[in-house]
């Protein structure tokens, strides 16, 4: 119950705080479930996280949700996997990108490098996997 309502802040433009602290708590919550369970039941919810955590980031704000998304990465990167591509895509852009400061950059990349340690099949089996190899060597 606590959760759903939470789901309605991600969307409240007005205060971009809200929507972290939902996204933080709502990642703090998923990450006490199993799998199958946070997969079954909560899956709608990731689109509208995954938005907020792009604005946290191009904000350069608050590095709270991206560090909360990290820690759904390591525990259930399965639950990433309707929303990978939009990840991966903004991910790079983000890495790629030397206008955002390097602490940000650095967790962006962390954030990739722990859901191919926690799920490299599912980062295998990604369509554009070449695309992300060919970005992020480089980069390391």
């Known amino acids: 119950a606590v959760v759903s309502t939470q789901s309605g802040?991600?969307?409240?433009a007005?205060?971009?705080?809200?929507?972290?602290?939902?996204?933080?708590a709502t990642?703090?919550?998923?990450?006490?479930?199993?799998e199958d369970e946070a997969k079954r039941y909560f899956t709608d919810f990731l689109k509208p996280m995954l938005k907020g955590v792009e604005d946290c980031v191009v904000a350069e704000d608050d590095d709270?949700?991206?560090k909360s998304f990290v820690e759904l990465a390591e525990k259930l990167p399965k639950f990433l996997r309707p929303g990978l591509d939009q990840l991966m895509e903004f991910a790079l852009r983000v890495i790629a990108n030397t206008n955002f400061a390097d602490n940000w950059r650095q967790l962006v990349l962390e954030l990739v490098v722990t859901i191919c340690?926690?799920?490299?099949a599912m980062?295998?089996?990604?369509?554009?996997s070449t695309d992300c190899d060919s970005a992020l060597i480089p980069l390391l």
């Open 117 to 120: 340690e926690a799920a490299p």
């Open 123 to 128: 980062i295998r089996k990604k369509e554009k």
């Open 64 to 66: 709270g949700p991206l």
């Open 14 to 24: 007005d205060n971009p705080n809200v929507r972290f602290a939902a996204i933080r």
């Open 9 to 12: 802040h991600y969307g409240r």
């Open 27 to 34: 990642c703090a919550f998923l990450t006490g479930l199993e």
